[in-house]
């Protein structure tokens, strides 16, 4: 509440900037924080000066030093619009976004949290394409596992984005079978409205066994900036299976 109290509710051109540090200062102490993105997020609700800082220059290098192939990859064509979105980008790499009661995948309530790291894989991405859109790039996510969800057993979520989405074929099948946005849930890195690839039937098998899923428990959206967002049931361990955790 402190700093919603002195929140700076300026343009960036106000007096009130002249004060601000110098954006290479701020880089630099950021630079020998890791890229931080609690730090990140925390320094950019100092004022809107800081927050167009955190949101052109800090969350682009928490992605690169995060993921640098995927971020070089997903730059590499001119046209996957990077730009101006490095905050939803970084959300989306550390950040499950679990579901609520009546939402968007599941009749359940799990709390959406921070995760801190998951694996992104474009050879995995390929399992969640139909044949016909296999030259599509799609980085997707390992499942984010909740364990013993009641009725519904063990839950999986997972997330990805695509590389120049809006040239690739899937979005095209999806307009050429005039595939229905979602009439009210949005993507919850975005909020843009999704696609539901269950019910455009674009859901392959072998998403199921990338997943080590249900066969009919999987089900993903994509939205119209291209990120995905899934979640599945996945098979129950087996009493002669070991099980084991690190710390």
């Not at 924080?33 to 004022?47: F, G």
């Not at 971020?71 to 590499?76: A, H, I």
């Not at 695509?162 to 074929?169: I, P, R, T, V």
């Amino acid at each position: 509440m402190l700093v919603k109290q002195f929140r700076c509710l300026h343009s960036s051109s106000c007096i009130c900037t002249n004060g601000h540090l110098n954006e290479t200062v701020i880089y630099l102490v950021f630079q020998q924080l890791n890229w931080n993105p609690r730090l990140i997020a925390a320094v950019s609700c100092v004022c809107k000066w800081f927050e167009d800082v955190a949101r052109r220059v800090l969350w682009k290098e928490f992605c690169r030093t995060r993921a640098p192939k995927m971020m070089l990859d997903l730059q590499s064509s001119g046209s996957h619009s990077v730009d101006g979105n490095w905050k939803v980008l970084g959300k989306l790499l550390i950040y499950c976004s679990g579901c609520y009661q009546g939402g968007l995948v599941k009749n359940m309530s799990i709390p959406g949290h921070f995760v801190y790291r998951t694996r992104f894989s474009r050879t995995s991405g390929k399992s969640f394409l139909l044949p016909q859109c296999r030259t599509d790039i799609l980085y997707v996510s390992d499942p984010c596992e909740h364990l013993d969800q009641g009725d519904e057993g063990d839950i999986g979520f997972f997330r990805g984005v695509f590389k120049s989405f809006a040239g690739s074929k899937v979005r095209k099948m999806l307009i050429d079978r005039n595939a229905e946005l979602h009439p009210k849930e949005v993507c919850p890195y975005c909020r843009a409205k999704m696609w539901n690839m269950l019910q455009a039937n674009m859901i392959p098998r072998s998403a199921r066994n990338r997943l080590g899923a249900y066969e009919d428990r999987v089900e993903y959206f994509v939205c119209l900036n291209g990120h995905l967002l899934g979640v599945c049931t996945l098979l129950p361990l087996t009493d002669s299976e070991d099980v084991s955790e690190v710390e």
